[in-house]
């Protein structure tokens, strides 16, 4: 198993690790009397993107999220969390340099030997989650999986869900696809943005992300029968047939991932269960005049209660640095 196959097995394994660490802690994720800002770059920004919108859609404080460079010097704020694997990121390093005395600084990287723990008033280490791969995987769910456990939105169900869709092949069909369209709402728009994100990185891939309803406005039209439309959660009614009259193929989770979207289980795809996956393709009016036809299925599911064997853990428990 090469390294970067590991890491990627290996992440239900960092979820429960992060989730122990939902206990009260000097970093004060529980104050709710806190604006805070979740600042980041790249896959950092959209964890923070997700996370923002967990902590104020359930209550929890006025959140924002912002890319590090772009991030509004002149708005007050009572704390920072800047998400970094590295701690070397050097938008997020200049950010913190230029905020320091005037706002509380919280960092979650995943080592602790870099300038970025130095600049903090609060740090989080997950070291256990750090990677070699260029991509980031294990890191950036492990620091999802804390920060909703602080918001008290994290279940033990994730990780036998995260095993059994890591274990299961993907839809049948996306293979032959060449342009990648993932949808989301709420805070799975910033699983959206990374998950366009990881294709690109990793596969070099066409892909877009957009809020479900804006793509409607404009990027549907790039949609053909080559083109594969994501949906995280539950669709806005109507979305689902109006990207069946491109040809193109719908991809989207089932009634039964509908409490994982609602913020009470994981933060990645559930289990790719029978009927947990609904797949399809339709033939544009255009091109014809039949209804929209399924072509594709999930695969025939383990046994109920089974899951795939994982690699040894790389998370033997170890306790967080903060």
Same mark, same amino acid.
């Given at each position: ?250 991809? #989207? ?5 509908? $409490? ?5 289980? +994981? @933060?990645? =795809? *559930? /289990?790719?269960? !029978? ?23 999930? #695969? ?5 209660? $089974? ?5 040894? +853990? @790389?998370? =033997? *428990? /170890?306790?967080? !640095?903060?």
């Amino acid at each position: 198993m090469t390294y970067v196959a590991q890491e990627l097995a290996s992440q239900p394994d960092c979820w429960q690790v992060a989730a122990r660490w939902r206990t009260d802690s000097p970093t004060g994720f529980r104050r709710l009397s806190e604006r805070i800002a979740v600042v980041g770059c790249g896959t950092s920004y959209f964890m923070a993107q997700a996370y923002a919108a967990l902590r104020e859609g359930s209550g929890q404080g006025e959140t924002d999220a912002f890319a590090a460079s772009e991030f509004p010097t002149g708005r007050p704020y009572d704390r920072v969390v800047a998400l970094s694997r590295s701690g070397t990121t050097t938008e997020v390093i200049g950010l913190l340099a230029r905020i320091g005395g005037t706002t509380r600084r919280t960092v979650v990287i995943g080592d602790p030997d870099t300038p970025m723990a130095a600049m903090a008033d609060d740090t989080i280490v997950l070291q256990f989650a750090d990677e070699k791969s260029v991509v980031q995987t294990r890191f950036a769910t492990s620091a999802l999986t804390l920060l909703r456990a602080h918001l008290g939105l994290h279940t033990d169900s994730v990780v036998e869900d995260a095993q059994v869709a890591l274990a299961e092949p993907l839809p049948a069909g996306l293979v032959e696809c060449s342009q990648f369209t993932f949808l989301g709402q709420g805070w799975s728009v910033g699983l959206a943005n990374e998950a366009a994100l990881k294709m690109r990185e990793a596969a070099l891939a066409w892909t877009e992300a957009y809020p479900a309803m804006e793509y409607r406005h404009g990027p549907i039209s790039i949609s053909t029968r080559s083109t594969a439309t994501w949906m995280l959660g539950e669709a806005p009614s109507g979305l689902m047939d109006e990207v069946h009259a491109t040809g193109a193929r719908w991809v #989207a989770a089932s009634t039964r991932w509908r $409490s994982w979207y609602g913020c009470s289980a +994981s @933060p990645w =795809p *559930s /289990p790719r269960r !029978a009927g947990s996956i609904r797949t399809g393709r339709a033939t544009s009016p255009a091109r014809s005049s039949s209804a929209p036809r399924p072509d594709g299925a999930s #695969a025939t599911p383990p046994p109920t209660g $089974s899951s795939s064997p994982l690699p040894e +853990s @790389p998370c =033997p *428990s /170890p306790q967080p !640095a903060i």
